[in-house]
């Protein structure tokens, strides 16, 4: 694979992990606005589409991205898994997601404290676990020497 992808690949962690870590700060600061966020999910076929595509697009960029993180085998492994649940609810009608997510996110959002900290875990994380990686692990994610 090219560096190019890599380098492309290790910006959407990044993003992603950005994302997160905003996520947790929004949750904290304005807890309303993150409940709002959080129920918004899979409530239109066009929400749902775009939730799918960025979950895929994140576990992609993770296989990618992996081999020069820090825990690369975890990394891969969660982009296996944020990908193959991706493809399951696609699969799926989405108004089965949604009718999932009315049940569900409720008692998500009611432990936002909780979400929150799991938020910035897991975006912190990511973006260590990208920026930090040490410069000599070579692209086949085993140390050069």
Do not use: D
Not at 12 to 23: D, E, F, K, M
Not at 45 to 73: C, D, K, N, Q, W
Not at 102 to 131: M, N, Q, W, Y
């Amino acid at each position: 694979m090219p560096a190019f992808a890599h380098t492309v690949a290790a910006g959407i962690v990044i993003a992603a992990g950005v994302y997160l870590i905003a996520l947790a700060a929004v949750a904290l600061a304005r807890p309303a606005l993150a409940r709002r966020f959080l129920l918004g999910f899979a409530q239109t076929a066009a929400v749902h589409y775009t939730e799918m595509a960025g979950r895929i697009l994140v576990g992609f960029a993770l296989l990618v991205a992996s081999p020069r993180m820090l825990f690369s085998h975890f990394f891969f492994w969660f982009g296996v898994a944020l990908m193959a649940s991706s493809v399951l609810l696609l699969c799926l009608p989405w108004k089965w997601h949604r009718s999932m997510g009315e049940r569900v996110l409720p008692k998500f959002a009611s432990f936002l404290g909780i979400v929150s900290f799991v938020s910035l875990l897991l975006g912190g994380l990511l973006v260590t676990a990208t920026v930090a990686a040490p410069s000599n692990i070579s692209l086949e994610g085993t140390r050069e020497g």
